[in-house]
């Protein structure tokens, strides 16, 4: 899913918003004569079996979580529809499904022009108190001075209100530097862990990014990391819990593999959007001619239990799936089983 030839977008964005459940297309956003929570049966004509199929034709994925995940932006962009065949021009006709009628309806293009960007922070974290919980959001990995402030005050403010469950979300996080997760765990009252193995395969283009190595295959086996603990704070021994879903890739994917094969904590939420063990890290070029950009993966990476392969997704311990009525209730049942469950956690000592 690394390997991507990038359709040509061209950024007049259609104003609709919605999340692909298990359960089909659902707008997650009011807009225009949409409301949250309809179900979307078709988009110019074209049912969910058509547009998936329309998808595969230039999403490069390990799973139908991911295409779906990517399917939510990709078939907001026109000018990728025209690409598609599924729509040419503004407005493009919807059908949707709301309290058991079918209703037709138009949508015109997107006034911003493209998605609204979230307002609050890539990493950031919440004490709830009440439940005994710590919520620790991480939208992209990335190891810089937020990361690292942000990470030192979450388990500061943890130790120092007596939370004894942790919970990290990356259910929005599409990767980054895959060291995040080291960085987390140096907080943690943990020996070590066993890291990923993988096969590094040498170019000429690999060379010219940072290996200077420009030809053969390295090839290593998942080995145990010793944990270079914090020794300048108290370390974290209570409950850890990782949420994921279908947006969980890359690196973010990574993290949870991580704390799942290692048996570190509990997987909450629903599929990630790559397997456990896939391919990363890329080159990237663009084409002479035509100008279009792709990249290429470079690495083969191993997970930490190879005996848990094959799987095309790191399936939760706890599956928790997200459905219509979620969606327009506004609810988040991934957030919400976790705090049922940390109302009674007794605080470790």
Sequence with gaps: ???????????????????????????????????????????????????????????????????????EDVLCDLGTLRVLGLATEFPV????????????????????????????????????????????????????????????????????????????????????????????????????YVNFGGDVRFSSAVALKHWGRSSGVEHSVPGRRDNRRRSDVPLYRGKLDVLTGPHTFSSGNWFAVIVHDNKLGRIIGEPTGNAPSSYGDIVSFTLPKSGLSFTLSYKRWIRPDPSLDPVDALVPDVLVVRTREHVRDGADPVLDYVRNETSKVAVPR
Excluded: M
């Design 1 to 71: 899913a690394h390997s991507v030839l990038w359709p040509p977008a061209s950024g007049d964005r259609l104003a609709l918003s919605f999340v692909w459940l298990e359960g089909g297309l659902v707008v997650s956003t009011d807009e225009g004569d949409l409301k949250r929570g309809d179900r979307i049966l078709a988009i110019n004509g074209n049912d969910e079996a058509r547009l998936t199929a329309a998808l595969r034709s230039i999403v490069s994925t390990e799973n139908a979580n991911w295409l779906h995940a990517r399917g």
């Design 93 to 192: 006709p919807l059908r949707i499904e709301r309290g058991g009628a079918t209703i037709d309806v138009k949508v015109g293009r997107s006034i911003a022009g493209a998605r609204p960007h979230p307002s609050e922070p890539w990493v950031r974290f919440a004490i709830d108190k009440e439940h005994g919980l710590g919520v620790f959001t991480l939208d992209r990995c990335v190891v810089d001075a937020q990361y690292q402030e942000t990470l030192a005050r979450f388990f500061r403010v943890v130790e120092e209100q007596g939370i004894g469950r942790i919970a990290v979300d990356v259910r929005a996080n599409g990767g980054g530097d895959s060291s995040v997760v080291d960085e987390f765990l140096r907080y943690v009252d943990v020996d070590g």
